[in-house]
């Protein structure tokens, strides 16, 4: 199977969760006017026995045509995933089918784009196409259980 990702949108990402960005005039200005405050643009949820935590990632980038044979979710938490650069980033995601994913679709972030998958949203790993690859993650952090891994058909993503 082969898809091609799409351009990042909040509109074709919202079945997933959301997407983090500065579009638009900003909801408040802050800080004496110097300052847009672009405010609440992610729906975190950690669950009743979690909390927030925010961990720094560093993942190897990918090559296109990338080939996706895993996906994984989180049941018990939102997970956001913040560039700490201006560079673009592969995002897959995929519908629940009776607690399996379903057939993936892929998206490719813009320059200053982030996302939050909203609890239970089967994805694929952190898929950087540009060195440093380096993320800040908002996400549960908790006692119980919170990662379901799933091996798929390979899927080949263009862009």
Not at 3 to 22: H, R, W
Not at 34 to 57: Q, V
Not at 115 to 133: K, M, Q, S, Y
Request: hydrophobic share 40%.
């Amino acid at each position: 199977m082969q898809i091609k990702a799409q351009p990042l949108t909040a509109e074709n990402f919202a079945p997933y969760g959301d997407v983090l960005e500065t579009a638009g005039d900003p909801d408040k200005i802050i800080n004496r006017g110097m300052c847009g405050r672009f405010h609440d643009r992610a729906k975190l949820d950690f669950g009743p026995d979690g909390r927030a935590g925010i961990s720094l990632f560093r993942a190897i980038p990918r090559d296109i045509p990338y080939v996706c044979d895993l996906l994984e979710r989180h049941p018990d938490g939102s997970q956001a995933f913040v560039p700490m650069s201006m560079d673009s980033f592969l995002i897959i995601v995929a519908p629940d089918a009776g607690g399996k994913p379903a057939d993936p679709v892929a998206f490719v972030s813009a320059a200053g784009q982030a996302i939050n998958f909203h609890r239970g949203t089967w994805h694929g790993v952190l898929t950087p196409l540009h060195e440093p690859g380096l993320f800040a993650v908002i996400d549960r952090i908790g006692d119980t259980p919170n990662l379901e891994e799933v091996d798929i058909t390979p899927v080949t993503i263009t862009i």
